[in-house]
C-alpha cells in the first residue's frame, strides 16, 4: 500500500485499494454516504486511513445488498455518537437477518439444481 508522508491517500490510490471508480467515490461523499473528503491547496482529495477503514465496510455493506439510504442513515447515526448505538445496531440486526434469509433460499435452490444434475447424470449413466 502507497501513500504519501503525510498517510492520506489520492483517488487513484483509493480507487486502487478499493476497486470503486472515481465516480462512485465522488458520488458518496456526495451523497453523505462518505465524509467531506480533505483537499489539498490544488483542489485534490486526500483519503486518510479512516475514510479508508469506512469505505470498507461500505463495500462490505453494499454486497450484503444494503442500500445507500440505510448505509446513509446509518453514517448520520454513527456521527451523532455512542448514544446511536442501539439504533445502528438494529439496522445491522436488520441486515443480518435479511442475509439469514437469502442464504436460506440460496440453499433451498443449490438443493434443487443439485437434485436435478443428480437425475441428469442417472439417466445420462443409462443412456450413453
Excluded at 483519503?47 to 450484503?64: A, H
Excluded at 454513527?78 to 440453499?107: P, V
Aim: proline share 2%; aromatic share 8%; glycine share 4%.
Amino acid at each position: 500500500m502507497t501513500n504519501t508522508e503525510s498517510n492520506a491517500y489520492s483517488m487513484k490510490e483509493v480507487k486502487d485499494l478499493t476497486g470503486l471508480s472515481d465516480h462512485t467515490l465522488r458520488y458518496y461523499e456526495k451523497d453523505g454516504i462518505l465524509a467531506e473528503i480533505r483537499r489539498q491547496k490544488n483542489g485534490h482529495r486526500r483519503y486518510e486511513k479512516q475514510d479508508l477503514d469506512w469505505l470498507d465496510f461500505v463495500i462490505c455493506l453494499r454486497s450484503t445488498g444494503m442500500p445507500l439510504s440505510t448505509i446513509r442513515k446509518y453514517r448520520e447515526l454513527m456521527e451523532q455518537g455512542d448514544s446511536t448505538a442501539e439504533e445502528r445496531k438494529d439496522l445491522l440486526l436488520e441486515q443480518k437477518e435479511s442475509l439469514l434469509e437469502e442464504i436460506t433460499t440460496l440453499q433451498d435452490s443449490l438443493k434443487r439444481i443439485s437434485f436435478k444434475i443428480d437425475y441428469y447424470d442417472q439417466l445420462c449413466s443409462k443412456n450413453p
